[in-house]
């Protein structure tokens, strides 16, 4: 007997009411993102985060980048 055997003869059994719950666990189941995709979509968040430049300019080198934008929007 297979598993889908198995829970046929389970939900048998089961009033109608609980029957019909366990039709919405398995179509909220169906709907579910798959979690085998979950380690690529981390691995490419990882990868873009960690190749940031964060801690390779100064606060100084930030702040007149900052104020150069300033000075430009003021100029416009």
Do not use: C, G, M, R
């Given at each position: 007997m297979n598993i889908a055997d198995t829970?046929?003869?389970?939900?048998?059994?089961?009033?109608?009411?609980?029957?019909?719950?366990?039709?919405?666990?398995?179509?909220?189941?169906?709907?579910?993102?798959?979690?085998?995709?979950q380690p690529k979509t981390h691995s490419n968040m990882l990868t873009f985060l960690e190749n940031l430049p964060i801690g390779q300019r100064s606060d100084a080198e930030i702040n007149q980048g900052f104020q150069s934008i300033r000075d430009e929007w003021d100029q416009a």
């Open positions: 829970i046929y003869q389970h939900v048998q059994a089961l009033p109608p009411s609980k029957a019909l719950e366990v039709l919405h666990f398995v179509e909220f189941l169906e709907n579910k993102p798959d979690l085998a995709t």
